[in-house]
């Protein structure tokens, strides 16, 4: 498979005083689900699990990051208040976004490849809005709705026929925990950690959750 772009960033964010900007907070929270979005679609192709080709990966990649967009509003949701956190949001979405258009157009060639993603994470806002989640992360209906769209992309074959079970069971609790540690240390400092980990496939080395969507027009 052909390598994912993601575009590392230094870890500089703890030097510095001065506290981040939301738009400064988005975008280091952008890189980091980037990241995870992209380490759960290797991981299943590790498992054995097949994707026909890159554009079909990116797909998994797209669903996952709008579970993980969804999960940053929902545990912001009662820690920030309301404007920080549609401006925090508003920047992910156009920060992965990004991410998503400049990989479609690497492997699919020219196009609006920004305009369907966005549309992607608006659709899930309304689709993950009533599913459940509590202090121990996303729950049953909100993991089995992401197993079954994750197995919907990637076919019916033999050796995907039990992703559903891996997304629920592995990828998906892993991701929360995951997003959870940078969203709790954003919510007690301001900073993310960005530290690369150590193996990486980047190019260099109710008021209702979510009823507004994501991101209009940039």
């Given at each position: 498979?052909?390598?994912?772009?993601?575009?590392?960033?230094?870890?500089?964010?703890?030097?510095?005083?001065?506290?981040?900007?939301?738009?400064?907070?988005?975008?280091?929270?952008?890189?980091?689900?980037?990241?995870?979005?992209?380490?759960?679609?290797?991981?299943?192709?590790?498992?054995?699990?097949?994707?026909?080709?890159?554009?079909?990966?990116?797909?998994?990649?797209?669903?996952?990051?709008?579970?993980?967009?969804?999960?940053?509003?929902?545990?912001?949701?009662?820690?920030?208040?309301?404007?920080?956190?549609?401006?925090?949001?508003?920047?992910?979405?156009?920060k992965?976004?990004?991410?998503?258009?400049?990989?479609?157009?690497?492997?699919?060639?020219?196009?609006?490849?920004?305009?369907?993603?966005?549309?992607?994470?608006?659709?899930?806002?309304?689709?993950?809005?009533?599913?459940?989640?509590?202090?121990?992360?996303?729950?049953?209906?909100?993991?089995?709705?992401?197993?079954?769209?994750?197995?919907?992309?990637?076919?019916?074959?033999?050796?995907?026929?039990w992703?559903?079970?891996?997304?629920?069971?592995?990828?998906?609790p892993?991701?929360?925990?995951?997003?959870?540690?940078?969203?709790?240390?954003?919510?007690?400092?301001?900073?993310?950690?960005?530290?690369?980990?150590?193996?990486?496939?980047?190019?260099?080395?109710?008021?209702?959750?979510?009823?507004?969507?994501?991101?209009?027009?940039?």
């Open positions: 498979m052909a390598r994912i772009k993601g575009k590392p960033l230094r870890n500089k964010w703890h030097k510095h005083k001065k506290p981040k900007t939301v738009d400064e907070q988005a975008g280091a929270l952008g890189y980091i689900v980037w990241r995870l979005a992209q380490d759960a679609a290797i991981n299943l192709h590790g498992e054995d699990f097949i994707y026909n080709d890159d554009t079909q990966r990116l797909d998994v990649i797209a669903e996952l990051l709008a579970f993980m967009v969804h999960l940053v509003d929902r545990i912001a949701y009662q820690a920030m208040p309301q404007a920080h956190r549609d401006r925090l949001i508003n920047g992910l979405g156009i992965v976004a990004g991410y998503m258009q400049d990989n479609r157009q690497d492997w699919q060639g020219p196009g609006d490849y920004k305009t369907p993603f966005v549309n992607l994470l608006n659709d899930r806002f309304g689709d993950y809005a009533d599913l459940t989640f509590n202090q121990d992360g996303p729950g049953y209906s909100l993991l089995r709705f992401l197993g079954h769209a994750v197995q919907k992309l990637m076919g019916p074959g033999h050796q995907n026929k992703v559903i079970d891996q997304i629920m069971d592995i990828e998906a892993e991701l929360y925990k995951r997003l959870r540690a940078s969203m709790d240390s954003l919510l007690a400092t301001g900073e993310i950690d960005l530290t690369p980990p150590a193996q990486t496939e980047l190019e260099d080395h109710r008021p209702e959750v979510g009823k507004d969507g994501v991101i209009g027009p940039d």
